[in-house]
T-cell receptor, first 116, second 114 residues
Framework: GAVVSQHPSWVICKSGTSVKIECRSL??????MFWYRQFPKQSLMLMAT?????????EQGVEKDKFLINHASLTLSTLTVTSAHPEDSSFYIC????????????FGSGTQLSVL | SQKIEQNSEALNIQEGKTATLTCNYT??????LQWYRQDPGRGPVFLLL?????KEKRKERLKVTFDTTLKQSLFHITASQPADSATYLC?????????????FGRGTSLIVHP
């Protein structure tokens, strides 16, 4: 099956620093990748849709200047949390689809971000 | 407003029994519905998809039903095992608007006791 690799698995950083999370599709090309965040016992909340070669589409309420998304190739999308604050602490998960029609998502293993 | 509801209380069952999880939705016209499994600290893993014109889908010990009149999907695991313990998420993909992005419920935790 399609494999999505996400790094790092966890990161602890000081308030005010920036953190980059990578999402790679290992055995397929992903025109579209999605970034989610998840709080404990809550549902996955879509943050943005990342399209290769174009600007990401952000969901309402998500600050695009704070959560920078780059999808420079068909196998790599990155999410940078800029000037992180404790309220940004969360579980961030990427997913990708091998094609246009989304019949199922393939997820990365997630990144637990803790901002001190 | 659109809502997807899954029982927030954990479901505790004995090994060997059938687990049944519920996903209810309102103000949606889903093209199809997906079920995912999520283990703690991990990303979800796709299990099954059922389309709006399908009543039932099976895969090994898993069975999903979809009732668009009741606006409900049931997810069954037969002969449950402790290894089935996880959180199960349902997700709906809309049939209109051109978006194929699924919206997720918050999931139900299943605990299978040996």
């Amino acid at each position: 099956g399609a494999v999505v690799s996400q790094h790092p698995s966890w990161v602890i950083c000081k308030s005010g620093t920036s953190v980059k999370i990578e999402c790679r599709s290992l055995d397929f090309q992903a025109t579209t990748m999605f970034w989610y965040r998840q709080f404990p016992k809550q549902s996955l909340m879509l943050m943005a849709t990342s399209n290769e070669g174009s600007k990401a589409t952000y969901e309402q309420g998500v600050e695009k200047d704070k959560f920078l998304i780059n999808h420079a190739s068909l196998t790599l999308s990155t999410l940078t949390v800029t000037s992180a604050h404790p309220e940004d602490s969360s579980f961030y998960i990427c997913s990708a689809i091998p094609g246009r029609i989304n019949e199922k998502l393939f997820f990365g293993s997630g990144t637990q971000l803790s901002v001190l | 407003s659109q809502k997807i509801e899954q029982n927030s209380e954990a479901l505790n069952i004995q090994e060997g029994k059938t687990a049944t999880l519920t996903c209810n939705y309102t103000n949606y016209s889903p093209a199809y519905l997906q079920w995912y499994r999520q283990d703690p600290g991990r990303g979800p893993v796709f299990l099954l998809l059922i389309r709006e014109n399908e009543k039932e889908k099976r895969k090994e010990r898993l069975k999903v039903t979809f009732d668009t009149t009741l606006k409900q999907s049931l997810f069954h695991i037969t002969a449950s095992q402790p290894a089935d313990s996880a959180t199960y998420l349902c997700a709906l993909v809309p049939s209109s608007g051109g978006s194929y992005i699924p919206t997720f419920g918050r999931g139900t935790s299943l605990i299978v006791h040996p």
